[in-house]
């Protein structure tokens, strides 16, 4: 028996750089995706999966349990950890395929869309096949991408591509999410052009730069005042705090913020029977704002991108996932004949950037044959 498992990738609509203080994002699952095609073979227990897009081939036993991680960010070993923690055996071998066209390490969450395809395929090519709904394959996926190498990401990316369509995520106190236009025949939203820069990203290096940054400024506020919490600080409020933080740090404060009000905008928005497609994309827009000057995580090429993106008649754009590099998106749904999301695509490929239409989609997929 033959699996496909399929996973899209993502955007983030509002809340980047946010999850991993607590507070909620949106996001969109994008008609871009990775496919895991895979089935048992004879022979030793071992894994061999051939990427053709990479032009690679993958291949290490699983004969005895934990596996080793041979490299950094070893995602295909540490699914089959996961999944061997929760009770699932593996006594055959396991070959395959991986493909997809999703821009890889470009911010449109790549990796997660992959273990989320992996681990999805791997539950049912177990010697007690397990069916998992796509929160829990969600949250294995955040185990085994962010907790066994220890890095510093959220819930976000992997959330959006188990479940596709758009959710808001809620992190903390506990998970909460709401979801919308989860079938893409509902499509309220319209046409997003996603714009690849080309620009190679150090996701947990810009991480770990804007996240600590900006708890050192919350640990010196909590110091002074117990009761502080960025979930409920009116902006206005942020002066009495001045004294206490650098000029950066009141930046970087004031544009989470900010953010967090934009994001509660935007929310709203869709919960509406009908949504104002304008207004939407100045909110995207007053993100990028807050992205760039903020926490500076834009680049020129991609503010170039951008500018291009707006002078052709999109009605937002921002940069998309931990920035310093790889894809930008714009807002161009499609209803005004002042822009069409042609004429946004051609601007950004003008601006040096590679284009792609997408829409909202569903979330992973598992077929057989």
């Known amino acids: 028996m033959t699996l496909t498992a399929s996973t899209p990738g993502r955007i983030c609509l509002f809340g980047e750089h946010q999850d991993y203080l607590g507070l909620p994002v949106l996001a969109a699952a994008i008609s871009r995706r990775i496919d895991v095609t895979a089935h048992r073979m004879a022979g030793p227990p071992q894994v061999r999966l051939y990427l053709p897009d990479l032009k690679?081939?993958?291949?290490?036993?699983?004969?005895?349990?934990?596996?080793?991680?041979?490299?950094?960010?070893?995602?295909?070993?540490?699914?089959?950890?996961?999944?061997?923690?929760?009770?699932?055996r593996f006594s055959a071998g396991i070959s395959g395929s991986v493909s997809g066209n999703i821009p890889i390490n470009a911010g449109t969450s790549s990796s997660s869309a992959l273990l989320i395809s992996w681990l999805n395929v791997l539950s049912q090519l177990a010697d007690e096949p397990r069916s998992f709904s796509a929160a829990q394959l969600a949250e294995m996926a955040y185990v085994a991408e962010v907790l066994e190498f220890g890095d510093p990401g959220g819930r976000m990316d992997h959330y959006a591509t188990a479940l596709g369509g758009v959710i808001y995520l809620e992190s903390q106190p506990q998970i909460r999410i709401e979801t919308f236009q989860t079938d893409p025949a509902e499509d309220r939203l319209g046409t997003f052009v996603l714009g690849d820069s080309g620009e190679p990203k150090d996701t947990i290096g810009l991480l770990k730069h804007v996240k600590y940054g900006m708890l050192a400024a919350m640990e010196k506020m909590r110091a002074v005042d117990a009761s502080f919490s960025l979930e409920t600080l009116p902006i206005d409020d942020l002066d009495r705090y001045a004294?206490?933080?650098?000029?950066?740090?009141?930046?970087?404060?004031?544009?989470?913020l900010s953010d967090r009000d934009v994001l509660r905008q935007a929310l709203s928005l869709l919960r509406q029977p009908t949504i104002d497609h304008r207004q939407f994309g100045q909110l995207l827009t007053i993100h990028q704002t807050n992205l760039r000057e903020a926490k500076r995580i834009s680049t020129p090429k991609i503010d170039r991108m951008i500018d291009a993106a707006l002078a052709a008649g999109a009605y937002g754009a921002k940069i998309n996932g931990s920035g310093g590099g790889g894809c930008m998106f714009a807002y161009a749904p499609g209803v005004d004949s002042s822009e069409t999301p042609g004429q946004v695509a051609e601007a950004i490929e003008r601006a040096g950037g590679r284009a792609y239409l997408i829409n909202v989609d569903r979330g992973t997929q598992l077929s057989v044959g």
């Open 56 to 88: 690679q081939e993958v291949s290490f036993s699983i004969a005895q349990f934990p596996l080793p991680y041979l490299h950094d960010r070893d995602y295909f070993s540490s699914a089959l950890n996961v999944l061997h923690r929760e009770g699932l």
């Open 243 to 256: 004294h206490l933080l650098t000029a950066d740090e009141q930046t970087l404060v004031r544009g989470n």
